[in-house]
């Protein structure tokens, strides 16, 4: 069974830093591009950033570029979301996803992050 | 790069059909067939629904159909029923190598 499980979530205030965890289970996670994907509350689904199979291709929303970084770790089978520079704005549930093809198959639980004073 | 463009909301009745419109740009939805759509009960994950334009996944109910016109992308469920009442969106590549998503649609099952 395909499992996606972030982890890592919770109030930090703005500025704050936090990073987000995703531990994959069920699938070959080194063969996928993965992504994270966030929604605000009671709004749509916003692209953050994605990273191909092999980490050598990155991408970023421009909303988030320059303040978060994505990686991954094959060996474990772990994405991962460094957000520094913390905005109200970036207060949202966060997901993994597996991306196949050009569509995404897989999703996590998604984890809360809230920023707040 | 802006988010693709959905009506708000839209309804139907148990049995009826609902389609749901999805418009981007030739950037996004008209310059590739690589159109998905999703389905999102409250508090869930999304669920893949549609990909590449008119392609369901295994498992994903034959009453659901997408297709693809110009630099719009369509969501067809027939035979609704109360089960299908979610929040749908499409999402798209587009010519910056990444995805965009649509602003969502409620489907309400009167």
């Known amino acids: 069974e395909v499992q996606l499980v972030e982890s890592g979530g919770g109030l930090v205030k703005p500025g704050g830093s936090l990073r987000l965890s995703c531990a994959a289970s069920g699938f070959t996670f080194s063969s996928y591009s993965m992504n994270w994907v966030r929604q605000a509350p009671g709004k749509g689904l916003e692209w953050v950033s994605s990273?191909?199979?092999?980490?050598?291709?990155?991408y970023y929303a421009d909303s988030v570029k320059g303040r978060f970084t994505i990686s991954r770790d094959n060996a474990k089978n772990s994405l991962y979301l460094q957000m520094n520079s913390l905005r109200a704005e970036d207060t949202a549930v966060y997901y993994c996803?597996?991306?196949?093809?050009?569509?995404?198959?897989?999703w996590g639980q998604g984890t809360l992050v809230t920023v707040s004073s | 790069q802006s988010a693709l463009t959905q009506p708000a909301s839209v309804s139907g009745s148990p049995g009826q059909s609902i389609t749901i419109s999805c418009t981007g740009t030739?950037?996004?939805?008209?310059?590739?067939?690589?159109v998905s759509w999703y389905q999102q009960h409250p508090g869930k994950a999304p669920k893949l629904m549609i990909y590449?334009?008119?392609n369901r996944p295994s498992g994903v109910s034959n009453r659901f159909s997408g297709s693809k016109s110009g630099n719009t992308a369509s969501l067809t469920i027939s035979g609704l029923q109360a089960e299908d009442e979610a929040d749908y969106y499409c999402?798209?590549?587009?010519?910056?190598?990444?995805?965009?998503f649509g602003g969502g649609t409620k489907l309400t099952v009167l």
């Open positions: 996803a597996a991306r196949e093809g050009y569509s995404y198959g897989y």
């Open positions: 990273i191909s199979s092999s980490s050598s291709y990155i």
């Open positions: 590449d334009v008119s």
């Open positions: 999402s798209s590549y587009t010519s910056s190598s990444t995805p965009v």
């Open positions: 030739s950037s996004d939805v008209g310059g590739y067939n690589y």
